[in-house]
């Protein structure tokens, strides 16, 4: 338990415990709804946020088809998931009633160079794009089992390429399953106050990779980009992340099917931001600090930096990147600051014969249908740059009507014709190291320095718990902070 045990409040009324929740990503809705929610009704929870619009669904774009008038839902980023690794996500989508959407996708996997990475493919061309070395439109051992058709017409090339991949992808499995990664001995390390203490590294993806004998060929050119642009990264780190986390995932997605919320994330957010009140949008938190009486929280007006205000709660909740909160919650730093974060962009692309314009929504719940949703596979292109300063993949997920989303893990992606929006994210990476200061951080208090809860002041976020920074991590968070301060929850 903490230090600061929570002051839980009675519900007499008015003397609520006020809670701010900084960020409204999924993590920090989660929570929002979490406290709403208690029983006893002892929570008022103030919502800050500095985008003009809860985050969890704001890159989300409506687009209109001039010549038809139909309106398409574009979820950015897609935010899918599936029934294994996802449990508790899927549980609270349960409880909330989103229904799931399943998405399949033809895999194409393509080498690009850097100057050719200007020039997008339309969705004819895109199975043979410039570079393209292999499609597959099922999974590897579904295609084995149930396609003769593979076998009689494809090229034998195709064929004991594929023979292989299947091996690969086989022994791969095989190895997540029995060859858990290894714990690097004990080692000793110093805390946060300079105190040795012991600890226990887990062995590096790197690591594993060389250690369970996977063959290069099959890493490089058909593991990394697809991990890579599952943790939106290069593929060196995708490489330094704790092997636990890759196995993990594995694990919990093995013969799953994947899904998206069906009718969009629009629908969760409204969902889980119901009933809350106070909310304050445009609205950059910049100190969070203990002071007598509770938890300060200095912040500005994002359109006018002179609007700065401060106010005390009695308890606060930082949903933001680790870089934010070791930004504004100075005892936080010392852990939080070592963990990596890049920028990741997204650009929304239309071909050059449809006429697309974009819609300007005015509620939380826009209109139009999902373009995601329309149950047919779509092509999910992965085009690596090979060079010799980095290594990276980018996707381009071909949507109906002619629309391409463009992902690229970098903060500097050059505008191509056609773009008719982009969007920016931060994403955050995992080392041995940063796996170690997020275990810190949820450890119980020992006095040494800051942990989670300690100061009235907790981390949620995709990052917040021990695997990959999914929306997984995002609930998990949530889930913590809620049984801390006595809610219950409800899936
Ligand atoms: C391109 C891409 C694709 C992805 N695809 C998937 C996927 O398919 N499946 C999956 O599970 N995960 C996916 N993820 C990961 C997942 O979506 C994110 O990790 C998750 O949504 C992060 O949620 P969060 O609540 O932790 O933080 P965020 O959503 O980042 O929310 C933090 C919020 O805090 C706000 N904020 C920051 N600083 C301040 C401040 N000082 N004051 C006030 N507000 C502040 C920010 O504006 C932001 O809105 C993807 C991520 C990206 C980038």
Not at 306 to 335: G, H, M, Q, T
Request: hydrophobic residues 40%; positive net charge.
């Amino acid at each position: 338990m903490h230090q600061n045990q929570p002051r839980i409040r009675p519900a007499d009324g008015h003397s609520k415990s006020r809670v701010a929740i900084i960020g409204t990503g999924l993590a920090g809705l989660t929570t929002a709804y979490l406290l709403h929610q208690d029983k006893q009704k002892r929570y008022e929870v103030t919502l800050f946020e500095q985008a003009p619009k809860f985050s969890l669904d704001a890159a989300s774009i409506t687009l209109k088809n001039e010549a038809t008038g139909a309106l398409e839902r574009v979820d950015i980023p897609p935010r899918s998931f599936c029934r294994g690794y996802y449990a508790n996500l899927c549980r609270m989508y349960d409880h909330l009633g989103v229904s799931f959407q399943r998405i399949q996708l033809i895999w194409v996997f393509a080498k690009v160079s850097a100057a050719a990475q200007a020039q997008i493919p339309s969705a004819d061309a895109a199975q043979t794009m410039p570079g393209s070395y292999f499609v597959y439109g099922k999974r590897l051992h579904e295609l084995l089992l149930v396609s003769p058709h593979f076998w009689l017409r494809g090229s034998l090339q195709n064929v004991l390429l594929t023979f292989y991949l299947a091996v690969c992808h086989a022994w791969f499995f095989v190895a997540c399953f029995f060859f858990p990664p290894r714990m690097i001995q004990p080692e000793r390390y110093l805390d946060v106050k300079g105190s040795a203490k012991n600890g226990q590294n887990c062995e590096s993806f790197r690591q594993y990779l060389d250690r369970i004998w996977l063959p290069q060929y099959y890493v490089l050119y058909f593991l990394l980009p697809i991990l890579s642009i599952i943790c939106s990264c290069s593929h060196a780190e995708m490489l330094d992340f704790p092997a636990s986390d890759v196995t993990s995932f594995m694990k919990g997605s093995f013969l799953r099917k994947t899904y998206v919320a069906k009718g969009g994330i629009n629908r969760v957010q409204a969902t889980l931001a119901e009933g809350i009140q106070d909310v304050r949008l445009q609205t950059r938190v910049n100190k969070v600090e203990r002071v007598d009486g509770g938890v300060l929280i200095r912040y500005e007006s994002t359109q006018d930096e002179r609007r700065s205000a401060e106010e005390v709660f009695d308890r606060v909740v930082l949903a933001v990147s680790p870089n934010v909160a070791a930004a504004i919650f100075n005892p936080s730093k010392p852990l939080l600051s070592v963990i990596p974060t890049v920028p990741v962009t997204s650009t929304v692309l239309a071909s050059p014969n449809t006429k697309i314009s974009l819609v300007d929504e005015k509620t939380h719940v826009p209109s139009g249908e999902c373009s995601y949703r329309r149950g047919e596979a779509q092509i999910m292109a992965f085009r690596t740059t090979y060079s010799d300063s980095i290594v990276q993949t980018e996707s381009l997920h071909y949507l109906e009507g002619g629309l391409v989303v463009r992902t690229s893990p970098s903060g500097d992606v050059p505008e191509v014709k056609g773009t008719l929006d982009t969007s920016r994210f931060t994403r955050t990476l995992r080392t041995t190291e940063s796996r170690n200061m997020v275990r810190k951080a949820m450890e119980a208090d020992d006095g040494a320095g800051w942990v989670n809860g300690k100061d009235d002041v907790w981390i949620v976020g995709s990052w917040c718990w021990d695997g990959m920074v999914l929306l997984e991590g995002c609930v998990v968070s949530a889930m913590r902070v809620a049984r801390d301060l006595g809610v219950n929850v409800p899936w």
